[in-house]
Every structure is written in C-alpha cells, then in structure tokens.
C-alpha cells in the first residue's frame, strides 16, 4: 500500500489524485442505492462518482466484483474499463 501511495504522489507518474467534491457523495449513494444488491459502500461509490463527474472511465482497481458491473453516466450505461 505505502508503494501504491508513493507512486499516486510522484510527479513522475500518470496517477492523479482527485479531492472528493460534495456532490460526489450525493452521487456515490444514488449509486449505492441504484446498485443495491452488490453493496457498494461509500469508497466504491466515491471512485465510480469521481470517474463519472472527470468522465475518466479507466481507474485502476483490484474490485473486479463490484466494478465491473457499475455502469456510470447519465443514463448508466458507460462502463468503467478496469486496469490493471
């Protein structure tokens, strides 16, 4: 984890680091509610709600159970493509 936080930080890298806006946790619990039955949490939903509102649709993630079937934007059809 210290590695992954050392990396995020270096201005050598391509990770960004996004601050959570307060809309992002009004969002994350539509989400949560709308994906009721995978019980997202605050995190998962504060990830795929920052990705939504940058319209950055690639993130970096372990959590292939919960997202890979989150589906983001307006309507909630955009997939988020998942590395590594």
């Given at each position: 984890m210290r590695k992954l936080?050392?990396?995020?930080?270096?201005?050598?890298?391509?990770?960004e680091y996004e601050p959570?806006?307060?809309?992002d946790i009004v969002r994350a619990l539509e989400l949560d509610a709308r994906?009721?039955?995978?019980?997202l949490g605050l995190v998962d939903g504060m990830v795929?709600?920052?990705a939504e509102r940058r319209q950055i649709y690639r993130i970096l993630t372990t959590d292939r159970r919960d997202f890979s079937v989150i589906r983001v934007g307006?309507?909630?059809?955009?997939?988020?493509?998942l590395v590594p």
């Open positions: 936080v050392a990396e995020i930080f270096d201005s050598g890298t391509r990770y959570p806006a307060p809309s994906f009721k039955d995978l019980g795929a709600s920052i307006p309507r909630l059809t955009r997939a988020l493509e």
